[in-house]
């Protein structure tokens, strides 16, 4: 029988009752008395020289309060990059500076080379326009291989070439993979792309700048996912304001997909302008400027093989990867096609040798850094796309071939570094046949067929490795922050609860599951406990929300600083009643003695931390407040089998996802119905990265061709259908209290290649042998593919 509350409860999101009533308070709702606004004014240019800049017209103009230029940040340090990453040489990365405002050149289309603080928005615009600036025209590198190509221009002067890294992994298995592909009985080999993306979150970034002079402190309001590490990265490398003096708060947060990690120099320049005018300073994006302002996401051009024995076991993987770092190096972008991408290419597969080279390019297009699954989705399609081909090519059952290599035997040490836990992913192949009705497909297509149209289906699995961790590994490959996260506890004299935690809440519904596992873990009610998260200088240090880490990293923390509460007042309770704290025993909310009849209730036993009239202070200090930090030891290891249905008009090429269904392992479920919500986010976004997102360039100019929306496809209602998901197949995580995995980004991993699996297969039952159409797979390029 369902939970009605605590761990396991498909508890209605609590934080939904001020979003859906309009009392959400997101950045752009704050004002500060006396605030400026900001308006950049934006390169026009993929690539050009600075030769002048005249800003005397502008200043002029009616509501001008300043105009600021790349040179009034020529001290102030440029943005930081977080992750540093060692190539196969042993060379460190090109890391190339990343000014605030262009400083001689711009580099790609939407850099900001100048900004005018005016007293409304429309006027900051009006002089924006105004500014006169003269930029000689470079040659623009868009396409990954022509900015390698010997003679190419470069985007960084400073620089040999283009080339940010060259990275192999697992280095020493190279031979011995190499050596597996001669002898191999079948060899698989696919080239795709992997397709540029925007997030595009429904709330655009803002910034609001404040500085107070009597203090010396700054405040940042900043649409962030993580607000301790804008603090830190904005305060200690960009601007020098200590972190006792800079303070960064993120109010509700109208969703991120990865984009709102990473720190922008729209950020620092609304810090350094109030304090440089002694006045609020804000500025909020357009969706236009989103576009090409907004880190994108994924751009990778793969090669991948896949070596056979002669059972059709694997026995060898090999790739070789461009991945887009556009114009610059932003927060984390090193780590998103090296770590987070190589280390999942074992995929669910006990294949024995794998190697992963990876060549990062710099070209004239924006930054490009994590974005829902971040590295991960971009292993899965390659490699569920390479199996599928191969199951093909072989003549075998596509799920056949996936069972007959799964790894069944946990702990199991991938070639690739990490070890997986624990899982079962025959059980959630087991559960996706039932729940996809695989056995009743062939009705389908017969049915689909009558009607004049092809239908195919698409089955994948997946692993992702999330939550983060730990810290001292992480540091080995290069990252430059800590992965753990921490939790206050701070229960009040009347037993009511907030906890403060290093988590930010931006859609993931925090606020409702944290309460969850501490209510479960006290015995008292969920509406006693309230969660404070997203201001610096309220919440312990924490490394914010992304890589699916809330619950596995930071709901950990709070459990740790739960059972740092319970101890103590199980102290309390043991002096009240007279016994040993070995016998006291909480439940329900109430403590016990075991074996007797005495109890006393949570709000006695927290009233009387604060009024220590009952127990001796030398032995128990007063108050009830605990904090805990923690580094967990591994990943997580979420994996599932995904399964879709798609019918091809074969007159014009358009794909209708008609099914899809989702078997995840989650391990532990706090709340369902949240996890199911995130499943179909997920798989919302994946389903538009594979049927109609696609994030295009000039290839000569560098101007972005799909700056808006009426050139960039997101996914509405009507083109996704009613999704089948469960997570009941749940092998518990072994090394965190909760047993949890993330779930997050899981949709977004597994689904890209089920659908282009499923347009594959509709294709051969309509007699086309086409092997590969890239994401996203849109009307034009299926009918192209159908037709030769």
């Known amino acids: 029988m369902p939970k009605d509350s605590g761990i396991g409860a498909s508890s209605k999101r609590r934080e939904d009752v001020r979003f859906l009533t309009g009392a959400g308070n997101y950045t752009d709702d704050i004002n500060i008395h006396g605030q400026a606004y900001v308006h950049f004014l934006r390169s026009d240019m993929a690539h050009g ?71 409304t928005a429309a006027q900051a615009r009006d002089a924006a326009e105004a500014i006169g600036v003269e930029i000689e025209d470079l040659p623009a590198v868009i396409d990954m291989k022509a900015a390698l190509a010997e003679g ?7 620089l040999p070439s283009n080339l940010c890294y060259d990275w192999g992994f697992v280095e020493e298995n190279k031979g011995a993979v190499d050596a597996a592909f001669d002898k191999a009985a079948h060899v698989t080999t696919l080239e795709l792309v992997n397709n540029r993306l925007v997030a595009n979150p429904m709330e655009p970034r803002v910034a609001i700048g404040d500085y107070a002079r009597a203090t010396g402190e700054s405040t940042l309001y900043t649409t962030s996912q993580n607000p301790h590490v804008i603090r830190l990265l904005m305060g200690a490398f960009v601007l020098g304001i200590p972190e006792h003096k800079l303070r960064v708060v993120a109010p509700d947060v109208g969703g991120g997909f990865g984009s709102k990690i990473f720190h922008y120099a729209e950020e620092a320049f609304c810090t350094f302008a109030a304090k440089a005018i002694n006045r609020p300073v804000k500025w909020t994006s357009s969706r236009s400027e989103a576009f090409m302002s907004d880190a994108h996401g994924r751009d990778h051009v793969t090669k991948i093989e896949l070596a056979l024995d002669e059972n059709n076991n694997f026995t060898a993987i090999r790739t070789e990867t461009l991945a887009n770092m556009g114009a610059y ?14 280390t999942l290419m074992a995929g669910n597969y006990k294949t024995p040798l794998i190697y992963v080279n990876v060549k990062a390019v710099f070209t004239n297009t924006v930054p490009v850094d994590a974005y829902r699954g971040a590295g991960r989705p971009e292993a899965t399609y390659q490699l569920e796309r390479v199996i599928d081909k191969a199951a093909r090519e072989l003549g075998v059952d596509p799920i056949a071939l996936r069972r007959q290599n799964f790894v069944t035997e946990f702990p199991y040490q991938t070639p690739v570094a990490v070890v997986y836990d624990t899982g079962d992913y025959n059980a959630t192949m087991d559960k996706l ?41 992480v540091g080995q490959l290069g990252a430059r922050a800590g992965l753990y996260d921490a ?32 209510a479960e873990m006290l015995g008292i009610d969920e509406s006693m406990i309230e969660i404070v998260h997203g201001d610096s200088s309220k919440i312990p240090f924490g490394m914010g929300t992304y890589g699916s880490r809330s619950l596995a990293v930071c709901g950990s923390a709070m459990v740790r600083a739960t059972e740092k509460i319970i101890n103590k007042a199980k102290k309390i309770a043991a002096h009240l009643m007279e016994a040993s704290e070995a016998d006291i025993e909480l439940k329900g909310g109430q403590f016990t003695v075991a074996g007797t009849d005495k109890s ?49 008009d074969p007159e014009t090429g358009k794909v209708t996802v008609e099914r899809f269904s989702a078997a995840d392992d989650f391990g532990n479920i706090v709340n369902p119905m949240i996890v199911s919500g995130q499943v179909h986010g997920g798989l919302g976004q994946g389903i538009g990265q ?99």
Not at 329 to 342: C, I, Y
């Open 329 to 342: 190096l932003s927060t984390f972008a090193p780590s998103v096609p090296t770590w987070l991408h190589g």
């Open 433 to 473: 046949e039932e729940i996809a009705d695989i056995a009743g497909f062939a009705a389908r297509r017969a049915a689909s067929e009558a009607r004049g149209k092809l239908r195919g289906l698409g089955v994948n699995c997946y692993i992702e490795a999330c939550g983060i961790a730990p810290s001292n590994l």
């Open 690 to 788: 594979a049927l109609l997102e696609n994030c295009a360039y000039d290839p000569e100019t560098g101007q972005l061709l799909s700056a808006s929306y009426m050139d960039y496809a997101m996914p509405r209602a009507d083109d996704v259908p009613f999704y089948a998901v469960d997570h009941s197949c749940a092998t518990p995580c072994t090394h965190n209290p909760l047993g949890v995995k993330g779930c997050g980004e899981a949709g977004a991993i597994g689904s890209p290649p089920s659908v282009v699996n499923a347009v594959i297969d509709a294709l051969r039952s309509g007699g086309k042998d086409v092997a590969h159409i890239d994401m996203p797979m849109s009307p034009s390029r299926v009918w192209a593919a159908m037709n030769g």
């Open 49 to 119: 020289r600075i030769v002048s800049l005249d800003t005397s017209a502008a200043a002029a103009m009616p509501g001008v309060v300043r105009i600021f230029t790349g040179a009034d940040f020529e001290g102030v340090g440029g943005l930081p990059c977080g992750w540093q990453v060692t190539d196969r040489h042993g060379q460190p990365m090109a890391e190339p500076g990343h000014p605030v405002l262009a400083q001689g050149k711009v580099r790609h289309v939407g850099d900001p080379i100048a900004a005018v603080v005016a007293e």
């Open 487 to 518: 939790a206050t506890v701070r229960v009040n004299a009347t037993g009511s609860i907030s906890v403060m935690v290093g988590a930010h809440s931006h859609g993931q519904g925090h606020e409702t599951a944290f309460p969850q596992v501490v």
């Open 152 to 158: 190419a221009a470069k985007v960084h002067d400073d």
């Open 600 to 648: 006393v209730a949570w709000g006695d036993v927290t009233l009387a931390a604060y009024v220590p009239h009952n127990y001796p202070l030398e032995d128990i200090e007063p108050g009830l407040e605990e904090t805990a930090f923690y580094d967990p030891s591994n990943f997580t290891y979420p994996a599932g089998a995904y399964a879709c249905e798609v019918e091809v």
